[in-house]
């Protein structure tokens, strides 16, 4: 039964309407940028944009789990996040090896938020585990609803990544989760830009939902992009909407923010920069990430893979030197470790670089990867720079995902699936050695 207190909150999660849009109209006048091109010199024919999806809230019971992700939460544990409508609703997850029958139970902690006229719903995050790696679970939210299922990450070689940036709400969206369904992954990357809310608060609602068939089974690692900030001046700061709904693993690696952290699994270290919150050496970026390096041990991890939103090596007229400041002052830090890959969304096209360092090509150098090609709704960067820079080894405009498969501790096998008519087409792939195995990680 809805208690009186869940019921108006869910009320206040529908009540979403014309008085919020005229709010939120000015700031959609001075802040929207869509991103438009004529031609990117490519030969491929794109397909024609497609329509934003239409995916709104309506729990059939105010109490019942919504919007359920999970991400890695330190070693052999597992975040669970859910969105309820009544507030009475408890923080706990039921869970175990078998259908229906849970063996293992924890509590958590929740949290909600207001955004002008919007109210968010009981937002809980519960941190499950120990659990064994590579083993499927079933588990339950709340103490009612339907059962879900998560499968752990393997803790050794081989592994296999799922990545994408720049997602949105789109038909094209639609198609590039289908293909990720269809593929065989443990751990989905996602290099920023989410829901593209951009102040409309109930799209996060509808966000969670589109992504739930899929987040709600394997972990999203994410990064915060420039569609995350929903700043307004003098009311409200930025990335409210974000760290509330996707909390990772920050707390676990020693970050004081959500908006950069980082975490392991199965042989390979993954930081996941912010390219939104200070990063000169004299912020706490910077030396958390100067930190983090040195606790990097490439017997145990010896694949290092850092992600940021905006792309440092970027052929396309679309944000272009935007990373130049990030990479002046970090560079040379992740150069020093032997980071093997260096993942971007924010241009919505896809660039795969060679080795490169400090402008041209090295050996010892980071590979660079723009992946901003999701399906948002501002469509495709076609316009490339001719000639190609001699370190632009791949580019296209087109949406699609990647694909990381870590073989083991010297090889990995790097692929890119164009969305080409609803269609995955491997558009793009390369046998890679890691820096570890070839002299040039220190």
Excluded at 179 to 199: R, T
């Amino acid at each position: 039964m809805e208690t009186k207190e869940g019921k108006k909150l869910e009320e206040r999660q529908m009540g979403r309407g014309v008085t919020e849009a005229a709010i939120l109209f000015f700031f959609f006048l001075c802040l929207s940028s869509p991103v438009t091109g004529d031609g990117s010199g490519e030969d491929y024919v794109r397909p024609l944009p497609r329509q934003t999806l239409s995916l709104p809230w309506r729990p059939k019971r105010s109490s019942d789990p919504q919007q359920v992700h999970i991400s890695l939460a330190g070693v052999e544990h597992m975040r669970i996040t859910w969105i309820t409508g009544d507030a009475s609703s408890p923080s706990i997850v039921e869970y175990g090896t078998s259908p229906g029958m849970y063996t293992s139970s924890s509590h958590g902690e929740w949290t909600s938020y207001k955004y002008l006229l919007y109210s968010s719903g009981k937002i809980n995050h519960v941190v499950i585990g120990p659990l064994r790696s590579n083993t499927v679970y079933f588990y339950r939210c709340g103490g009612q609803g339907p059962e879900f299922q998560l499968k752990t990450p393997p803790s050794q070689f081989p592994i296999a990544f799922a990545i994408v940036g720049d997602l949105g709400q789109t038909g094209w969206t639609q198609s590039t989760l289908e293909h990720i369904n269809q593929c065989k992954y443990d751990v989905h990357l996602l290099p920023g830009d989410l829901s593209y809310a951009d102040y409309q608060q109930h799209l996060w609602d509808s966000f969670g939902a589109l992504v739930q068939p899929l987040a709600s089974t394997r972990p999203w690692m994410v990064t915060e992009g420039n569609h995350e900030k929903e700043r307004i001046l003098f009311f409200k700061s930025g990335f409210q909407a974000y760290n509330a709904r996707w909390k990772m693993p920050y707390e676990e690696s020693g970050s004081t923010s959500n908006l950069y952290y980082s975490f392991e699994v199965a042989g390979v270290h993954i930081i996941m920069l912010g390219s939104y919150t200070d990063y000169d050496d004299n912020s706490d970026q910077y030396a958390w990430l100067k930190d983090d390096l040195t606790r990097v041990d490439r017997e145990r991890t010896p694949w290092l893979i850092v992600l940021s939103h905006v792309p440092w090596y970027n052929s396309n007229s679309a944000h272009q030197g935007e990373g130049k400041s990030m990479m002046a002052a970090m560079e040379s830090l992740l150069y020093a470790a032997g980071v093997d890959i260096f993942i971007a969304g924010h241009v919505h096209a896809y660039e795969r670089t060679t080795r490169v360092h400090n402008g041209g090509f090295d050996p010892c150098g980071l590979m660079h990867i723009t992946i901003g090609d999701g399906g948002n709704r501002e469509g495709l960067a076609q316009r490339f720079y001719n000639p190609k820079p001699e370190w632009s080894v791949f580019r296209e405009a087109s949406f699609g995902h990647g694909e990381l498969k870590i073989v083991n501790s010297t090889h990995a096998f790097w692929s890119w699936h164009r969305n080409d008519d609803d269609e995955s087409v491997k558009s793009d792939e390369v046998w890679i050695n890691s820096l570890a195995s070839i002299g040039c990680a220190r």
